[in-house]
């Protein structure tokens, strides 16, 4: 059973930084991709970063620049630094994992909240 669980979501002053994490367990690890998105109140989900098979990223424009996903070495956990916060970021971020064959999973979701 694939389980995704985020943790790092907080509260912090608009310019700050905070690093959410995943923890990837169970499954073979054969995913097409990883995924952070977010979802603000009011708002659809929206994707945030995306970090491929093969390692390629990709962002949402409102993030590039201040936003890094990466993984550590064995795909255990996702990672999303997030530098120069404003207060439009405030959301629950979700982790999300696409596998091969098209099963996909959502973490519980973590709040950030950005004062300014």
């Known amino acids: 059973q694939v389980q995704l669980v985020e943790s790092g979501g907080g509260l912090v002053q608009a310019g700050g930084s905070l690093r959410l994490s995943c923890a990837v367990s169970g499954g073979d690890k054969k995913f097409n991709f990883l995924a952070w998105y977010r979802q603000a109140p009011g708002n659809q989900r929206e994707l945030v970063a995306v970090?491929?098979?093969?390692?390629?990223?990709n962002y949402a424009d409102s993030v590039k620049g201040r936003f890094t996903i990466s993984r550590d070495n064995a795909w255990n956990t996702l990672y999303l630094q997030m530098n120069s916060l404003k207060p439009e970021d405030t959301a629950v971020y979700f982790c999300h994992a696409e596998y091969y064959g098209g099963n996909i999973y959502w973490g519980q979701g973590t709040q950030v909240t950005v004062s300014s």
């Open positions: 970090l491929t098979a093969s390692d390629h990223t």
